[in-house]
């Protein structure tokens, strides 16, 4: 995440070049969501730039949406204890203390992940914001049997959340 906040009327004024440099990594190494919500400014607000995004997202095809989900990391996974995702990803997965797992507490979240992958063929995504380990845990447990469609819909609409949250910590109110 850049390391600063802008207003509204410098998200617009942006041009369209600019405005995908600024927040092509709002959706995780989507930039095409932030390419197809910048032609919806000017925004009225904050919210509303936020639903831009969302409508990029839901209104891109089957193959767009199973590509996004795809390029989240695992919670806790591999890539995320060697330092090998996004700086916003590193953040909202330590602010839920993903990064103190015991060793337990690590092996259950790989099991997991390999699990949910194998019956998926994409990560569990929740955006954890807010949420702590334990919540998380819950969640896997019970989304790991859901149908595959409801849950590729669960994870679309779990991504519609993270987006959010990056766009209100990166645009001021």
Do not use: C
């Not at 998200?11 to 092509?24: E, K, Q, Y």
């Not at 959706?27 to 390419?35: G, L, R």
């Amino acid at each position: 995440m850049p390391d600063f906040s802008v207003t509204l009327d410098q998200v617009n004024a942006l041009s369209r070049d600019d405005f995908v440099a600024t927040f092509g990594d709002v959706a995780e190494h989507s930039p095409w969501v932030a390419e197809r919500a910048a032609v919806k400014r000017p925004y009225a607000d904050r919210e509303a730039m936020a639903e831009a995004f969302i409508d990029a997202i839901f209104d891109a095809g089957e193959a767009e949406k199973l590509a996004l989900v795809r390029a989240h990391p695992d919670l806790a996974g591999r890539a995320a204890v060697a330092g090998n995702i996004a700086e916003e990803s590193k953040r909202e997965q330590a602010g839920a203390g993903l990064h103190n797992l015991t060793a337990e507490e690590f092996a259950r979240f790989t099991e997991l992940n390999d699990a949910y992958r194998a019956r998926f063929q994409f990560p569990f995504i929740l955006a954890v914001k807010g949420a702590d380990k334990h919540q998380i845990l819950r969640s896997f447990q019970q989304r790991i049997g859901k149908e595959p469609e409801a849950e590729l819909a669960m994870a679309i609409r779990q991504v519609a959340r993270i987006v959010t949250f990056r766009i209100e910590d990166r645009v001021r109110a």
